[in-house]
């Protein structure tokens, strides 16, 4: 019985990694095709800026790959390795995100460190199961 539960439980973090891997992609594409509106939303920033709406892009791009490489893996393997890499990178950004904390509003570090954070817990849990397996 204990087999059961926790094939469903691994089900479902399989389940929520292709959300956030789904949710990488959109974000990414968002940032490469519109980055003022992105940073607008996101509430880091307004009016022309090139060299951050660079830097915009290229995380675009980093979550478009991430998000791509872990939907396209044709094993779990593959999803294992794109899990990992998607945990590193969140990690860093959680870090960021409290690293903000003095130049930014609190909403903007608040909501950072939120997204980041979920997004590194889901990671991490998917990592222990994989791994405990």
């Known amino acids: ?4 539960k926790r094939t469903d439980g691994q089900d479902r973090l399989d389940g929520m990694m292709t959300g956030l ?4 992609v959109a974000l990414g594409v968002a940032a490469v095709v519109a980055p003022k509106l992105t940073v607008r939303a996101l ?3 307004a009016g022309a800026d090139p060299g951050r709406d660079y ?5 675009g791009a980093r979550e ?3 998000g791509a490489g872990y939907l396209l893996s044709r094993d779990d393997s593959g999803r294992r390795l794109w899990g990992r890499l998607g945990l590193a990178v ?3 950004d959680l870090m960021a995100g409290l690293k903000t904390r003095p130049g930014l509003p609190l909403w903007v570090t608040a909501t950072t460190v939120a997204v980041a954070g979920s997004a590194t817990a889901l990671g991490a849990a998917k990592v222990v199961g994989d791994l405990t397996r």
């Open 1 to 4: 019985m204990a087999d059961v």
């Open 21 to 24: 891997a789904r949710g990488r």
């Open 43 to 45: 509430g880091i920033g």
């Open 55 to 59: 830097i915009v892009r290229a995380f």
């Open 64 to 66: 478009i790959a991430l």
């Open 90 to 92: 969140d990690s860093l």
